[in-house]
C-alpha cells in the first residue's frame, strides 16, 4: 500500500451565509492530487455555494470553520491570488462581457498569472498556437475566441468555453459547477472528454452535478452528497448510481 | 475688412446682450452646468507668438488644417493631398459669397448664447466644401490648438458644406500646448445636400485649465447621413452640443458620444434632434465614465413634429460611475406631434458589474486590471463606430491614460500585425 499523498485541499467545519441566510452548515471534505471527487445534491443543498466559497466569491460570508489549499489558508486570499495559486471554477453561468474579446481575455488572464509567479508573458504569437492546441480539446472553432465573452454564446458553447479556460490556465484544483446543466447529450460529451483529457495525477477535480448523467462520463473516485448545507453521505461511484434510483428523497429525510 | 462678417459680428453681439450674457443655472437649458467661471476670467484675444509649436505627440494626419489660438498656420497645414472638387480654406480667405451662403445659416445668434459670443468675435476657422458627387478620400483633421500663455478666448467657427451625393470625414481636434485657463468656444456649421454622407468627429482633448463649450449645428437635406462622435476628455468644464434637423424625407442621423470625466470635470452634453421631415431615422449612444467627483450630464431632446410620420428615433446613455464622489444627470426630452412613429429612449446610471469583475478576477486578473478592463468594454460600444483608424487610436490612447488597461480591438490590431 502506497502512503496517501498530502492533502491538496482540506475543508474543516464550513459554515458560510448569505445575507442572514446560513447555507453551508458544517462542510468537511479532503481531496488529495489526481482525485475527482462529485459532489452531488438536490437544489438549495449548498453545491454551488460550496464552489463559489471556494473561488473567493465575496456575496458569501465565511462565518465558522477553516479551509487549507496546499497547507494554506486559502480564505485569506483574493479571488485573483486564488487563481493564481492554481484554483480554478468552471460557473454554473458563464458571465457574458461584451466588449472584451474572448482571445484578449484570456491571455490577459493567463499573463497576469504568469507576472504572478515571475514567468515570462506569452506574445499574441505565441498564446494564439498555444489556444490553437487547446481549442481542440473542446471542438472550439478560432472564431469564438474573436468574439466578446460568452456574449451570444450558446449554453454549450459557453460550457465548452469554461473548459477551454481551465486547459490554458491549468489548473491544480478544478471545481466544475453544474457544468451539465443545460446541455444536450452531444455537447456533454465533448465537455466530458475535455475534462477527461485534463485529467492528471497531480490535479484534483471537485465535480458538482444534481444529476448522475454526467458522472457516467467522468467518472469519479469518490461522491459526496449534501443536503441542508452538510456533506450527508460520501461513497464511491456506487453512490451516484444508488441516488440515480432513489432519488433524493431519503436525503431529506437523513438531515433531520 | 469684410461688410457681411463685420454685420455678423455686430448683430452677434447685440444678441448675445439682449440674451442677458451669459446663461445661469436658472435657465432650463442650464440647470447643470454653471458657466459663471468662464465669465470671471478676464480671457483676452490671443496675442500673435512666434515660437513655434511642436505638435509630434497629437500624432496628425496627412490633411490637416491647424489652428494655433485661433489663427490659421499655413506652416502647420497640409492641404496638397486633397482630391479635386474639396476644398479647406481659411474663414479669412473665403470668398463673401460663400460665407453669405454658409455662415449663420444654421447656427442661429439669437438662439444661443454662445453662439451669439462666437459670431461677436468671428474672425478665424475653417470653410470645407465638397462638391456634388466627390467623395473625399482622406480623412480632414481641423485642429485649434491653444497654448494658453495667457488667459485667452478663442470663437472658431467651422463651416461645411457636401453637395448633393458627396463624402466626408472630418474631425476637430482641441487640445492646449499648455496648461490654462482659456476658453474656447467654437461652432460648427453643417449643410449636407441630397444623399450626402459626413462622418464627424469631436475630439475634445482640451488641457486641464481649459473651459471649452462646442456646438454642431447640422441641416440634413433628402436622404443624407450624418455620423458624429463626439469625445470630450479633457477640459475642465465642457459642454458639447449637437443638433440635426431633417429638412427632407429618408435622411439618416447618428449620435454617438463618450465622456470621461475625473477629478472636477465637469462634462455636459446636450443633443437635439429635430425630426422636421417624414420617415428619418436617428440613433443615440451617449456614456459617460466619471471618477473622483466628477460630473457627467446628458440632455437627449427630439422633437417629431407634425406630419414626420414613420419617423424611428431611438436614444441611450449610460453612465458608469467609479466612485462614490462622482455624479451623473440623465435628461431625456422627447416631444411627439405625429402618430404613426416609432421613439425609443433609456437612461441608465450604473456600476460596474459585480459578477463580471468577479468572474474576470476567478481567472486571475487582478482586482485593479479588471476593473480597467470592464471600464474599456464599456467605453468601447462608442469607440469602435469612429471610421478613421488613427482617430480611434487617438481616444485610445487618452483612454489608457486616465482610465488604464487596454481594449481588445486595439490588442487585437497588434495581434494582426505582429
Known sequence: ?256 | MNAFLDAVRRSGGIAFQRMGGLPTTRQEAWRWTNVAPIGRIPFELPRPVEAPVDLSELDLGPTRAVFIDGRWSPFLSELSLLPAGVRVRSLAEVEPAVLEELLGRVAKAEEHPFTALNASHLAEGAVLEVDDGVEATSPIELVFISRAGVPASTHPRVLVRLGAGAKAQVAEIYAAVAGGPYFTNAVTEVSLGEGATLEHARLQLEGPGGYHVASLWAAQAKASTLRSHVFSLGAQLARSEVSARFDGEGGRCELHGLYVGQGHQHLDHRTMLDHKSPGCVSREVYKGILDGKSRGVFTGAVHVREGAQKTDAAQSNKALLLSEDASAEATPQLQIFADDVKCAHGAAVGQLDDQALFYLRSRGIPLAQARALLTRAFAEEVVRRVPVQTWQQRVEAVLSRKLGGETSSTAEAGEKTS
Open chain 1, 1 to 256: 500500500m502506497m502512503t496517501p499523498r498530502a492533502p491538496m485541499l482540506e475543508i474543516r467545519g464550513l459554515h458560510a451565509r448569505v445575507g442572514e441566510k446560513e447555507i453551508l452548515k458544517g462542510i468537511d471534505l479532503l481531496v488529495r492530487p489526481g482525485e475527482v471527487h462529485a459532489i452531488m445534491g438536490p437544489n438549495g443543498s449548498g453545491k454551488s455555494t460550496l464552489s463559489q466559497v471556494l473561488a473567493g466569491r465575496e456575496t458569501f460570508e465565511v462565518t465558522k470553520g477553516q479551509v487549507l489549499y496546499e497547507g494554506k489558508d486559502l480564505l485569506a486570499l483574493a479571488p485573483e491570488d486564488r487563481a493564481a495559486e492554481g484554483i480554478f471554477l468552471a460557473f454554473q453561468y458563464p458571465v457574458e462581457i461584451p466588449g472584451v474579446g474572448n482571445m484578449h481575455f484570456l491571455r490577459t488572464a493567463l499573463n497576469a498569472v504568469k507576472r504572478k509567479h515571475g514567468q515570462e508573458e506569452l506574445d499574441a504569437m505565441d498564446f494564439l498556437s498555444l489556444i490553437k492546441e487547446k481549442m481542440k480539446l473542446v471542438e472550439m472553432d478560432q472564431a469564438f475566441m474573436n468574439r466578446p465573452v460568452n456574449e451570444g454564446f450558446s449554453g454549450g458553447e459557453k460550457k465548452r468555453n469554461e473548459i477551454l479556460q481551465m486547459a490554458v490556465l491549468d489548473p491544480k484544483l478544478a471545481i466544475l459547477d453544474e457544468t451539465d446543466s443545460g446541455l444536450d447529450i452531444d455537447a456533454l460529451r465533448i465537455v466530458a472528454s475535455g475534462v477527461n483529457a485534463l485529467r492528471h495525477s497531480d490535479r484534483a477535480m471537485l465535480v458538482i452535478t444534481h444529476y448522475q448523467r454526467l458522472l457516467e462520463y467522468i467518472i469519479p473516485d469518490f461522491v459526496h452528497v449534501i443536503a441542508g448545507g452538510r456533506i450527508v453521505k460520501s461513497g464511491d461511484r456506487a453512490l451516484a448510481k444508488e441516488l440515480e434510483k432513489t432519488g433524493y428523497a431519503w436525503v431529506e429525510g437523513a438531515r433531520a
